[in-house]
């Protein structure tokens, strides 16, 4: 049986309700926000997840012997079980939080790339990519150097080979 899933049509109006800052105006318009590879605005529900953080749980997580310790991390590892259920991962152990996409591409370059790139490995990374997906790549020379490619279109793509270790892409 192979039904057909109609998707829901895509309110603006009130994905826009849901981030409190977009309710200004800026120079006689309605803020619209595109800088999200810097900041990216919070819906209500994540402001309220904080306030609430703040003002019951504040302590330092796996640090501490105490009540506000253990709710912390309690709801810190409950966070990271649902997000490992939410992207199919096989173990929750396996989810790694960072402070950013910076943090994390650097996180996965210093780690699986200096023990998985060769000299001569090449990287695909498209034209429009942010520098924090470029400077990585230039972490390794001159000892496990790969070559940074850049693409500007997808039909690009093609130059994946052998010698093609990973791919740098913005959705």
Sequence with gaps: MNEQVKPLPFDAERVRADFPILDQEVNGHPL??????????????VI??????????????????????????????????KVAEFINAPEARQVIWTRGTTEGINL?????????????DRVLVS??????????GRWWRPRRAPRLRRFRSM?????????????????
């Design 32 to 45: 619209v926000y595109l800088d999200n590879a810097a900041t990216t605005q919070k819906p209500r529900t």
């Design 155 to 171: 039909w690009m793509a093609c130059w994946i080979s052998p010698r093609c270790r990973t791919c740098l892409m913005s959705a």
């Design 127 to 136: 034209a429009m990519e942010h520098h924090s997906n470029i400077g990585p």
């Design 48 to 81: 309220q997840a904080l306030v609430d953080y703040y003002e019951q749980d504040n302590s330092n997580v796996h640090r501490g012997a105490h009540a506000l310790a253990d709710r912390a991390t309690q709801k810190f590892e409950a966070a990271r079980v």
């Design 108 to 120: 996965v370059a210093s780690s699986w790339g200096r023990t998985n790139f060769k000299a001569g």
